[in-house]
């Protein structure tokens, strides 16, 4: 079956694909912390587009109430993180997998 899509028509922005759309408003539907979402994307699609043409998406400060702060906190997990880039841009998974793994299990303080 599958999840729904949150109800909130694409914007009409050339670089945000259908299948990019669905993926965001489906990712909606899936936890609290992305209810908002696609309204978020459609209120601020100039800050998102400035994370979707970055070279380096994964190391990117998220618009909005997604960023993370340098602290480590921020309202999404970094799993919740490589949840929304996938949908952004699913090329940069890889990176950004190895850098969750990197962070999980080295964390911040242990030498590596």
Known sequence: MGTTEKDVAQPEEEWMSHRMWGEL??????????S??????VKDTK????????STPQK????????????????LS???QL????????D?????CNDFVESTMVGPSRPT
């Open 47 to 54: 800050s998102w587009k400035a994370i979707y043409d970055s």
């Open 36 to 41: 908002s979402l696609p309204d978020d994307i």
């Open 78 to 80: 970094p799993f919740q």
């Open 92 to 96: 940069k998974v890889l990176p950004a």
């Open 83 to 90: 949840l929304l880039l996938r949908c952004l841009r699913p």
């Open 25 to 34: 408003t489906r990712l909606a539907n899936t936890s609290p912390e992305f």
């Open 60 to 75: 990117a400060a998220l618009p909005g109430r997604y960023h993370k702060s340098t602290s480590g906190e921020g309202d």
